[in-house]
């Protein structure tokens, strides 16, 4: 189904309490983020920002510019359970 094609609501009711598998296209594209986040954007307005990535806290500075010259076999991935409170602005975004 299309994210956009039913509420809130409906989707509950045919999937969630039917406990009825579904696969949901086209949300991404929606999303702010989809266009917004471009490594440069990032820099710019969330650089200086630290977030945990892997087992080491950096910027997004610092991990951007890890991830454009990687060519490790298991990679630092950013994942930081607390992004919104350090970040807002992204929270919103998506």
Do not use: C, H
Not at 64 to 92: C, G, H, M, W
């Amino acid at each position: 189904i299309s994210a956009t094609a039913m509420s809130t609501t409906e989707f509950s009711q045919r999937f969630e309490k039917e406990n009825q598998p579904v696969v949901i296209t086209d949300l991404v594209t929606e999303w702010p983020a989809f266009s917004k986040w471009t490594p440069q954007y990032l820099r710019q307005n969330f650089g200086t920002t630290g977030f945990t990535a892997g087992p080491v806290e950096m910027t997004l500075e610092d991990y951007i510019t890890y991830s454009e010259q990687n060519y490790d076999d298991v990679p630092f991935y950013l994942f930081d359970k607390r992004f919104a409170e350090k970040a807002p602005n992204l929270a919103a975004d998506y």
